[in-house]
């Protein structure tokens, strides 16, 4: 089969209160390398009443392990609350991605939370793909409570048979106990326990928690494929179960086919800082700080049709080393006015073919768009905030359209945004204002002060 468990991540069980898990302390190890599938497994005491999926696990996030910048965000796959008081029950959340070409060892997984919690666990396993082949959520899943009471058999009947199957499917079951030992001593016959079983040891069981999960791997696409978890050993205890299935998909091929960069505006009706695939030249002078907004045009041509992906944004300054868009870059991610994060993109670029499907604005770094049709295409748009901090005249910015760190099968064209410092000089912090300061050249021994020939739009380069 296709799809095989090469490795794990470090689990990690806290008792200390705070509102995330992870660390550097924790990696994510030698198996995990680019375009391999990675499945953590939360469990934590509950911070919300309902017996339902309440996102308190808001995001799943892959860190550098040398500056804590984000290089993966991961996406859920279920999560389920067992429902009373707070922090008396037990709250299971399950989530996936595929790993980037930036993925090193030493990475660490990072959960974050609604609110601080005091119990919680965090488990995960590293799984190899076809190569050339991604993987799709299947919309069915299962989830279950149970209270004072051993976890209960759940089973999840896959049924998504759209797009091209390749050899398999990844059925997990992740479990959250209230307990001071294993979730459970036996994984259910013909599946496999993840590598770690997490558990704090704090105090008495009801004061803790244990994370247990499972999985099978199983042939084809099959929709009257049955997958029943139920493993053996666990304890009466309150907890939260969820099941659900990962399936094996050809990779659609994308092309970044068009762009225009437009000012601040709602999402349909932005005004044009230069033509389509036209770069732009941002006056310094002018505007210090700037809002403005990047519209990409996505394009599938190998005629696969595409699920649910997930895109970022990535920039290379003066034609450096690529690096993620977030609201600590500059330029940086911006939560505009006049749009909404998840906001449906609607049809403004030309040179798409195929069928149009929705798009989103997308206020974070990155985030999922889709499903799509063969040989359609989408556009995504990121409202962007530029500081002229530090800029010099010439600086360009170039940017480019991922998917989870994995470059596009091709670059049509590629938006650049030139920084314009009239007069040849920069800006500075002088007496807590900003004020041009001329550009110094080292001449027979001595700086001096040189003119510098500038761009002036409609006129062409120009003696400062």
């Known amino acids: 089969m296709s799809i095989a468990r090469v490795g794990n991540i470090t689990g990690v069980a806290s008792t200390i209160s705070s509102v995330t898990i992870g660390s550097v302390a924790a990696p994510v190890g030698a198996a995990a390398t680019v375009g391999r599938l990675i499945v953590v497994a939360i469990a934590k ?20 392990s040398a500056d804590n910048t984000t290089k993966l965000t991961l996406t859920k796959l279920k999560e389920r609350t067992n429902a009373g008081t707070a922090a008396a029950g037990a709250t299971v959340s399950l989530w996936f991605g595929i790993l980037p070409p930036t993925v090193a060892a030493t990475d660490f997984i990072k959960a974050t939370f609604s609110l601080n919690i005091v119990a919680k666990v965090m488990t995960g396993e590293i799984f190899s793909l076809t190569a050339g082949s991604t993987v799709a959520a299947d919309p069915q899943t299962t989830a279950a409570e149970n209270d004072a009471a051993v976890l209960a058999s759940i089973a999840v009947t896959p049924t998504n048979t759209s797009g091209p199957a390749v050899n398999g499917r990844l059925v997990i079951r992740a479990s959250a106990v209230e307990n001071n ?13 993840f590598t770690e079983q997490k558990f704090t040891a704090s105090g008495a069981a009801a004061a803790n928690m244990s994370g247990g999960a499972e999985f ?46 437009y000012g601040p505006g709602a999402e349909n009706a932005q005004p044009p800082l230069a033509a389509q695939n036209t770069n732009y030249t941002y006056d310094v002078a002018a505007y210090p700080n700037t809002h403005f907004n990047l519209r990409v045009l996505i394009n599938e041509t190998g005629g696969i049709a595409w699920p649910v992906d997930y895109f970022q944004l990535e920039m290379s300054w003066n034609g450096g080393a690529w690096f993620i868009a977030e609201s600590i870059t500059n330029p940086g991610i911006f939560d505009a006015p006049l749009t909404t994060n998840g ?13 149009f499907g929705a798009g989103v604005v997308l206020e974070n770094s990155s985030g999922n768009a ?62 807590g204002a900003w004020v041009d300061k001329p550009v110094k050249v080292r001449l027979a021994g001595a700086w001096v002060v040189k003119p510098l020939k500038v761009y002036k739009a409609g006129v062409g380069w120009i003696l400062s």
Do not use: C
Not at 235 to 255: Q, T
Not at 347 to 352: E, K, P
């Open 45 to 64: 005491d509950n911070t919300s009443t309902t017996g339902a999926d309440n996102n308190e696990v808001t995001s799943v996030l892959l860190r550098n």
């Open 181 to 193: 030992a294993a979730a459970w001593t036996g994984a259910t016959s013909g599946w496999t326990n």
């Open 216 to 261: 099978k791997i199983g042939a084809g696409n099959v929709s009257t494929d049955v997958y029943t978890s139920a493993p053996t050993g666990s304890v009466a205890a309150d907890g939260a179960s969820v099941i659900g299935a990962l399936y094996e998909i050809l990779a659609p091929v994308l092309a970044q086919r068009a762009f225009r960069f």
């Open 343 to 355: 906001q449906a993109t609607t049809n403004q670029l030309t040179s798409g073919t195929g069928t």
């Open 370 to 431: 889709g499903p799509f049709t063969a040989s359609g295409f989408t556009e995504l748009l990121w409202p962007l905030f530029l500081t002229s901090a530090g800029l010099n005249n010439g600086d360009y910015v170039d940017f480019r359209v991922t998917k989870g760190g994995f470059p596009l099968s091709a670059y049509t064209v590629m938006p650049r945004l030139t920084i314009s410092v009239p007069g040849g000089k920069i800006k500075a912090r002088v007496g």
